[in-house]
């Protein structure tokens, strides 16, 4: 089905950002330059203790600090269990949080807020209140969590916990055949089991968000969000104003990587509007970013892999052990995920086996990252994948070829694991991810590496070279939907109103392309405005790599529809069949001639139309039957400094298989960001903490989030193949890059020295003393 | 304290108080809010504007430092609408994704300019260190500054023939 060539107008073509020179310029598009001046500003008290229990809490001090308008606490706010995790509703992750509890359960969690006419008013009034706390035995660790006697979640009101007596929030097992019988069979058998760290989104903009109550008394939520109606839906649940009196409006936001996909600072701003009656900002400090926000689960997982002396897999056991910290958003579907994105990828093994746990402590909370549990899955598959490799003495880029899907295969993992719960069957329409490893190694000098690091091996320095598979999908099937609206203006332009939340990405632009192109019409003719829960249609929002094939799909139906509105309105206009009649570059072609849209649209809505003048627009919904994954292939050439543990990465190459680049600079944008994420992840970025659960490092100096000087330019290359179900051909292409950083250095790393890195980040400190364990 | 500086050309004589942060006098006094700040301790660059020509972290910066200087930031790279060739190299490329590191990057870049108007890539890269972007990975951040070199080359031979 891949492979066909189509010539398109407006598709596969890199167009500027429509926002691009808003931004360059520096226009006031972000949240805090809208509403540089607010009537209030709003902070949040937060936990010294990783576990406690809040015995009093006093803030007759505060209220009388001058400037203090409203102060927040557990005591005078309703208590509604419910998630932070903008998910879908029903949301699949435990509802264990509350606006405000007496409990804390990390360094960081919320203990009182204060809102008041200036920052130093603010920062005052929380000093002065006063908290006693009991302090409760932490626990950090979530194998220590899983046997201990003390619950993190203790209360009777929380919904959803997998087994709250053993403090586990989320547990997953499906099995394939017979996994262990298989294993037991097998030649060849290998394992691996790595382990991830703390890591943090760090989008340059923090968390800020706005709120205040109209002339008409509905309340107008401006957020920097990935999810403005799930917003809408939690902010009503948990603040008790009904979804009809919510307005939410999502500005260009400053970078996001799933960190946005929670509900933050939303429901405090709207109780201190609705209290005060003024319009209340709230924004995180980077320091509070880094602690209180959300973090990636770190995770242990353990690969198994049984295959024949050939190399091709018969069995795969994989067992995951998830740290959700204090609150379980995200801890189902993370979970799942880390099976269900990574073992449809080995599909030659029959007999699969996925089980693991998701557990809370007392340490910061995980959320949706980029990836969303492919990266942590991918960490040991792939190094396992190596050590099979060398086991049957095949090349790594050979076992994988003989492993990985095709075209027109299926997995039943698909069917057996979705997110949360079970998936749905599916199979691969497009998959050039042979090509891309074959462009990879190309790049990358696969072929001569033998001679290479023979040429460059010193007693100091060793070269080596490592490389990495994965897929990702293309939103969550059958449980999302994206809706799209599309109006057609006098001039000819129409407008594009989708509920799609672009949060850098471009997805605006993108979603304008796939209108034009099915329209037939230049660019500049979409205006787009999006994600505005008063005036756009319903979008689950901007994760799962869902924005290209699920938005961009609703926004193909709509433009389809209305496109065959004006021309059955042309066909009757000119006396003749619909079918006759196109669509192109602007203009439509009749049998008896050409007419600019531009002139057509204007007789739309005047009198001069020989039939009733109506406004031509549709509005279309699209709910996924498939998640078609996109694919990838990662390479990297780097050197280890055997004196100091150093990694030095010299080149890194990446082709992916994102179906038709809609457009492709912005693809590569994407993938060009996740990885350098996703070095980071695997090199220096870690959250790191004290033995009493505080975060040490919060900061971008402590923390390190690689710059142009740390790392060379990636390469990225598109594969493109054609995806039947996707909108003209596309797949996504938001989160697969960072899946493949990690495993592939590591793989390098072993080539390089023999040792393998089971811990990230790939410290020099880890890497000299495995270097030394192995003298 | 009274200070006098100019920001963007217009001059200001102003009494402010010594403990006001330039970025917090630009973005609230002034309402240029091209300054961002991404963390407010001088880790990040999203602030940067130009003093005297030279990059400054505005976050770091108290008004007392500014006495009897030029402030430039991205609000006056250009006059009236138009755009700067770096800007117009920012969108081309890719270099701007979310945007909102861009103002930072675009500073950092036109000071190098001013001082080499044809940087090797390398040379950028190193210039450019001191400024974080999470979104692009950088490279087409890069491929904007050096297109815009050759823009602002050509333009300057065209100026000169």
């Given at each position: 089905m891949s492979g066909e060539e189509?010539?398109?107008?407006?598709?596969?073509?890199?167009?500027?950002?429509?926002?691009?020179?808003?931004?360059?310029?520096?226009?006031?598009?972000?949240?805090?330059?809208?509403?540089?001046?607010?009537?209030?500003?709003?902070?949040?008290?937060?936990?010294?203790?990783?576990?406690?229990?809040?015995?009093?809490?006093?803030?007759?001090?505060?209220?009388?600090?001058?400037?203090?308008?409203?102060?927040?606490?557990?005591?005078?706010?309703?208590?509604v269990p419910h998630t932070t995790a903008g998910q879908g509703y029903p949301e699949p992750s435990p509802y264990d949080a509350y606006i405000f509890d007496d409990r804390v359960r990390f360094v960081g969690d919320r203990v009182a807020a204060v809102a008041g006419t200036s920052w130093e008013a603010v920062q005052e009034g929380l000093q002065a209140i006063e908290v006693e706390y009991k302090e409760l035995d932490p626990i950090l660790d979530p194998d220590r969590s899983r046997q201990s006697e003390i619950r993190i979640h203790p209360e009777e009101d929380s919904t959803g916990i997998y087994d709250p007596e053993k403090n586990i929030a989320a547990h997953v097992d499906i099995e394939v055949g017979d996994a262990g019988a298989a294993l037991a069979d097998a030649d060849v058998v290998v394992t691996a089991k790595c382990k991830t760290q703390f890591a943090q989104h760090a989008p340059i903009e923090p968390h800020i968000a706005t709120a205040h109550v109209d002339e008409y008394d509905r309340l107008i939520i401006r957020t920097s969000t990935q999810v403005p109606f799930h917003v809408r839906r939690i902010v009503s649940q948990v603040v008790g104003v009904p979804i009809k009196k919510i307005r939410v409006i999502k500005p260009r936001v400053g970078g996001a990587f799933g960190v946005k996909q929670e509900i933050l600072l939303e429901d405090l701003v709207s109780l201190f509007a609705l209290r005060t009656g003024k319009k209340v900002k709230m924004?995180?400090?980077?320091?509070?970013?880094?602690?209180?926000?959300?973090?990636?689960?770190?995770?242990?997982?353990?690969?198994?892999?049984?295959?024949?002396?050939?190399?091709?897999?018969?069995?795969?056991?994989?067992?995951?052990?998830?740290?959700?910290?204090?609150?379980?958003?995200?801890?189902?579907?993370?979970l799942s995920n880390v099976g269900s994105k990574t073992l449809p990828l080995y599909n030659e093994a029959p007999d699969v086996h996925f089980y693991g746990d998701a557990v809370y402590t007392n340490m910061p909370v995980p959320g949706a990252y980029r990836g969303y549990g492919a990266p942590q899955g991918y960490y040991s598959l792939e190094v396992a994948m190596d050590k099979l490799a060398e086991e049957v003495g095949m090349d790594p880029i050979e076992i994988r070829k003989i492993n990985h899907i095709q075209e027109e295969e299926t997995s039943p993992i698909f069917e057996k694991l979705g997110e949360g719960k079970e998936g749905t069957v599916q199979y691969i329409h497009s998959c050039k991810l042979d090509e891309c490893i074959d462009v990879g190694a190309e790049r990358i000098r696969w072929g001569e590496r033998g001679s290479i690091k023979e040429a460059h091996d010193t007693e100091d320095k060793a070269r080596g070279f490592g490389m990495s598979i994965n897929m990702q999908g293309s939103g969550i099937p059958l449980v999302d939907l994206a809706a799209a609206r599309l109006k057609l203006n006098e001039d000819g332009s129409f407008n594009l109103f989708v509920g799609a939340t672009d949060l850098g990405t471009g997805s605006d632009t993108v979603l304008a392309q796939i209108a034009a192109e099915t329209l037939g019409v230049d660019l500049d003719n979409i205006v787009v405005y999006s994600s505005d829960t008063d005036f756009t249609p319903f979008d689950s929002g901007a994760y799962a790599s869902s924005t290209t094939y699920v938005s961009g799909n609703a926004v193909k139906k709509v433009a389809e529809d209305v496109k065959s509105q004006i021309i059955d309105l042309a066909a009757t206009q000119y006396g003749a069949d619909s079918k006759d009649l196109e669509i192109e570059e602007g203009r439509i072609h009749t049998p008896g001639g050409t007419i600019d849209l531009s002139d057509f649209a204007i007789l739309t809505t005047s009198g001069e139309l020989e039939l009733?003048?109506?406004?031509?627009?549709?509005?279309?919904?699209?709910?996924?039957?498939?998640?078609?994954?996109?694919?990838?292939?990662?390479?990297?050439?780097?050197?280890?400094?055997?004196?100091?543990?150093?990694?030095?990465?010299?080149k890194y190459v990446a082709a992916v298989d994102c179906g038709t680049a809609i457009n492709p600079n912005l693809a590569e944008g994407q993938m060009e960001g996740a990885i350098v994420n996703g070095i980071g992840y695997a090199l220096t970025e870690e959250m790191e903490f004290s033995n009493s659960g505080e975060m040490i490092n919060p900061s971008f100096f402590d923390y390190k989030i690689p710059n142009t000087e740390d790392i060379p330019e990636v390469e990225v290359i598109l594969v493109e193949s054609e995806e039947p179900t996707g909108p003209h051909g596309a797949k996504s292409v938001g989160e697969i890059g960072i899946d493949g950083a990690i495993p592939a250095i590591s793989n390098a790393v072993r080539d390089a020295t023999g040792i393998t890195i089971t811990e990230s980040p790939f410290t020099p400190e880890k890497v000299w003393k495995k270097l030394q364990e192995a003298k | 304290m009274e200070l006098e500086f100019t920001v963007n050309g217009r001059e200001y004589v102003q009494d402010v108080p010594p403990d006001t942060r330039l970025i917090d006098f630009l973005r609230e006094d002034l309402n240029l809010t091209s300054v961002k700040e991404g963390c407010g301790v001088g880790e990040c660059g999203s602030c940067t504007v130009l003093v005297d020509g030279k990059s400054i972290l505005s976050c770091l910066t108290y008004m007392p430092e500014i006495d009897g200087k030029e402030v430039l930031t991205l609000e006056g790279i250009t006059d009236g609408d138009e755009l700067h060739p770096l800007q117009q190299a920012f969108i081309d490329t890719g270099g701007v994704q979310c945007g909102f590191c861009?103002?930072?990057?675009?500073?950092?870049?036109?000071?190098?300019?001013?001082?080499?108007?044809?940087?090797?890539r390398d040379e950028i890269r190193k210039w450019i260190e001191g400024n974080i972007c999470r979104c692009t990975g950088y490279r087409k951040i890069v491929d904007a500054i050096e297109l815009a070199a050759r823009w602002m080359r050509e333009g300057q031979e065209a100026v000169e023939a």
């Open positions: 189509k010539e398109y107008d407006v598709v596969s073509h890199s167009f500027p950002k429509v926002d691009g020179e808003a931004l360059a310029k520096g226009r006031k598009v972000f949240l805090d330059d809208i509403e540089n001046s607010t009537d209030l500003v709003a902070s949040i008290l937060t936990s010294p203790f990783a576990h406690a229990q809040i015995v009093d809490l006093d803030t007759t001090k505060a209220e009388k600090v001058p400037g203090v308008e409203s102060i927040l606490h557990y005591g005078n706010v309703p208590r924004r995180l400090s980077r320091e509070e970013e880094f602690v209180s926000s959300r973090t990636r689960h770190p995770m242990e997982v353990e690969v198994e892999l049984g295959a024949s002396k050939d190399g091709r897999l018969k069995g795969i056991r994989m067992e995951a052990l998830s740290n959700t910290g204090a609150y379980g958003t995200h801890s189902l579907t993370v009733d003048q109506q406004q031509i627009e549709a509005t279309a919904s699209e709910v996924p039957a498939e998640s078609p994954p996109p694919f990838a292939a990662h390479f990297v050439d780097l050197e280890v400094d055997k004196r100091t543990g150093e990694i030095e990465i010299l | 861009t103002p930072g990057f675009i500073m950092v870049a036109l000071e190098l300019l001013n001082e080499n108007p044809d940087p090797t």
